[in-house]
């Protein structure tokens, strides 16, 4: 039997570990530059409250993990939680630790009384949209308009 996986919050002192979830990204979401890290974006990231970050890590190696945003609300009490991207590397996925990060930032999201969290999926991601209808995701038809400076 395997190390455990051991779930974990980064904070501002996390870099390196923000760093290889952030090659993480790149290889399975396919990026075009596979080793680049924003190494300045890290530590700013890491340094907002309101930017959230957890991983999945068996022993020194992230093996997942997930970003999110705290969006303080106008037209409510409180904020909402935008997970931003998620992403378990391929040999690890089917075990359930995609499944695990989402509840961890969920009880995150309880802890401080935040009452709405929201995801994203391309429609032509059917892995991602089985996922989160698996994890209990109500699913609502948006579109996204986009604009590139």
């Known amino acids: 039997m395997g190390k455990a996986v051991e779930y974990r919050k980064l904070a501002m002192v996390d870099e390196s570990s923000f760093s290889k979830l952030v090659l993480l990204f790149n290889k399975e979401f396919e990026s075009p530059d596979l080793n680049y890290v924003n190494d300045k974006n890290i530590r ?37 939680m935008y997970l931003y991207d998620l992403a378990v590397n391929k040999n690890y996925q089917r075990r359930g630790i995609g499944s695990n990060l989402v509840g961890e930032l969920m009880n995150y999201c309880r802890a401080k009384n935040i009452k709405d969290l929201f995801v994203q999926a391309d429609a032509e991601d059917q892995h991602a949209i089985e996922f989160y209808n698996k994890i209990g995701g109500d699913d609502s038809e948006t579109v996204q308009f986009s604009f590139r400076f």
């Open 44 to 80: 700013s990231l890491l340094a907002k409250p309101d930017f959230i970050c957890f991983v999945a890590c068996i022993g020194d190696e992230v093996v997942g993990g997930l970003t999110g945003y705290e969006l303080l609300m106008y037209d409510q009490e409180g904020s909402s």
